[in-house]
């Protein structure tokens, strides 16, 4: 089992009460050891930061490691080296002494060094129990890249594992890729000690959160929000409550959101909430992955590939829904029919031996079920069908395609607007004149038609009895965050739907003015928990 470890700095001995009631809260969100951050303690107390070191160990809730790095390695230590690695030999010695002391690999390099540890280790075993403080201290031996992989990074490995002074083994490396951590997986795997490996930065959460599937000795997470000790590291709260880091296990499966960005995303609430709910052995991390499809089909490739992971499915989001539809098409897999007719698909299915059929990859859309499930419940309290209506589209990117797409699809007329007109015009050839049939059995060509290029007229025209906004157009943090899609002369009444596929806020300025004008309204939020069920359904379904 993996330990959350809360890192917590202390910078002077006026602070140690703060620190052990910092650490005393992270115990009870579920820390079960703390990391005790020395550097400015060990620069301003001279002569007394041993004693003071002591004391934050005698009083510390958490089984405790003790930290004074230097800054080569990423800290803030002003001692000079020598006095640095003194005082950790010193709090090695000491009846109080913490459960392990953090010494960088490269330090324990050095024959001297190396003779001051095991001379001081030597000095507490031989006190035994009768010295006061227990058993002697363990070393962690670790080493940090704040920069990437480093080039000798199995050779430091093999150094820590078959030094007979290290008892644990910490790595650190900056993530530049989610691939990075595949590697961090096979060290654990592979270890000949316990040890722990972490990526840092926004790519190397997955190995902090997957530490116990692996066999990490510990993960790090900051006792609140914002106050990690190194980049991307979560908190104790988002791991137990989040990424339920309690249940995940060697055969846990693993999903994500993949993306460029991703970080803000709501699909891991809420796809590991429906994992909790249904007791399922799964975990969902936020994916990031640059927008170029290299980047994709290498990221995506190596998970679905990697032996170990248990990758089994992902939602997809922009900007890389249509590299979705080609990387499943590369690798042979299976492809909904209406996904591959949008040419854009948001859900990946990961099936570790392959179907029946001999298919282990398979992607499909559900932006398009959701928005037409939500659309056409939202027509019926006003009496009206899909069929037969008239649907004003703005916005011809991803979203806006697999709307009209299934509009079209159950037999509405799509009009798509789009301040690049060429763009709508692209998507209205793309998806006219599908042939289906309908739930009641009729033949039925798709009609999709591209709004006039100053589409102001033509919206305003009465003769819509939907609108859709597929633009960011009113979305927090977004180009236009006060702006409406929709032009003031467009008349709206009780008999007209507007529907906004943007979900932050959930009242947007459209669906704000729509409500005053007694329109039907559906926020973003109505399509985005329809369409992440479906995929939760599809996630859950699989075994
Ligand atoms: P996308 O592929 O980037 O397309 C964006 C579309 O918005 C393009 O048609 C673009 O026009 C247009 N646009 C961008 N900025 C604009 C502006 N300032 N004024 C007017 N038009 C503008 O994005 P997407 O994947 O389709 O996503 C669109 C929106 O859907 C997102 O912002 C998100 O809020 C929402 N969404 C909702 C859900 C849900 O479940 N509710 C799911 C996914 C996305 P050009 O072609 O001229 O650039």
Redesign the pocket.
């Known amino acids: 089992m993996s330990l959350i470890c809360s890192p917590i700095a202390v910078e002077s001995a006026a602070e140690i009460p703060l620190a052990v009631e910092r650490a005393a809260r992270a115990r009870v969100l579920g820390a079960r050891m703390v990391e005790w951050r020395c550097d400015g303690l060990a620069s301003r107390e001279g002569a007394d930061a041993a004693d003071a070191i002591a004391r934050l160990v005698r009083e510390s809730p958490l089984p405790s490691i003790v930290t004074v790095r230097s800054s080569e390695e990423g800290g803030a230590c002003s001692l000079a080296e020598s006095e640095r690695l003194a005082l950790l030999a010193r709090v090695a010695k000491v009846a109080d002494a913490p459960r392990m002391i953090d010494v960088e690999h490269a330090a324990l390099c050095a024959d001297l060094v190396r003779a001051l540890f095991a001379a001081a280790l030597a000095t507490r075993e031989g006190d035994g129990e009768g010295g006061g403080g227990g058993a002697a201290p363990k070393l962690i031996a670790s080493s940090h890249d704040f920069t990437g992989r480093p080039n000798d990074l199995l050779r430091r490995v093999a150094a820590m594992q078959d030094d007979p002074l290290v008892s644990v083994v910490k790595l650190a490396w900056m993530a530049r890729s989610i691939r990075d951590n595949l590697e961090a997986f096979d060290l654990l795997a592979s270890r000949s000690k316990p040890m722990i490996a972490i990526l840092m930065g926004e790519f190397g959460l997955m190995s902090r959160v997957l530490a116990p599937k692996f066999g990490g000795f510990l993960t790090f997470a900051s006792d609140a929000e914002g106050t990690g000790s190194a980049p991307g590291q979560p908190s104790v709260r988002e791991l137990r409550d989040l990424y339920r880091f309690g249940a995940i296990g060697p055969a846990t499966r693993v999903f994500g959101v993949v993306g460029w960005p991703v970080a803000h995303s709501r699909s891991p609430a809420f796809h590991n909430a429906r994992f909790a709910e249904h007791g399922y052995d799964g975990v969902y991390l936020p994916l990031p992955v640059p927008s170029e499809w290299e980047h994709f089909k290498a990221s995506i490739g190596a998970l679905v590939d990697h032996e170990k992971l248990d990758f089994a499915g992902a939602s997809v989001?922009?900007?890389h829904?249509e590299h979705l539809v080609r990387f499943v098409r590369e690798r042979g897999g299976g492809i909904d029919a209406d996904a591959a007719w949008l040419g854009a698909a948001n859900t990946l299915v990961v099936h570790p031996h392959g179907t029946p059929d001999g298919q282990r990859i398979f992607a499909t859309n559900t932006?398009m079920p959701?928005a037409v499930e939500v659309l056409s419940a939202a027509l019926a309290t006003r009496g009206r069908a899909l069929r037969g209506s008239r649907i004003a589209v703005i916005?011809?990117?991803?979203?806006?395609r697999a709307i009209a797409g299934g509009l079209a699809l159950a037999g509405a007329t799509v009009v798509v607007f789009?301040?690049?007109h060429a763009?709508a015009q692209f998507v209205a050839d793309a998806l006219s004149g599908r042939e289906v049939v309908l739930a009641d059995g009729r033949a039925h060509r798709t009609k999709v038609v591209a709004g006039a290029a100053r589409g102001e007229d033509a919206l305003a025209c009465g003769c819509f009895h939907a609108f859709v906004n597929?633009?960011?157009?009113g979305?927090e943090g977004?180009?236009?965050p006060l702006?409406s899609?929709l032009p003031d002369e467009v008349h709206l009444d009780d008999s007209v739907v507007v529907m906004d596929?943007?979900?932050a806020p959930r009242e947007t300025p459209l669906i704000r003015e729509a409500r005053a004008r007694g329109a039907v309204t559906v926020d973003?939020?109505a399509?985005?928990l329809r369409?992440a069920a479906l995929q939760s359904a599809l996630f859950l379904a699989r075994w």
Do not use: L, S
């Open positions: 989001t922009i900007p829904k932006d959701a916005g011809a990117g991803g979203v806006g789009n301040r690049d763009r597929c633009t960011p157009v979305m977004g180009p236009d702006g899609p596929t943007v979900y973003g939020e399509m985005f369409q």
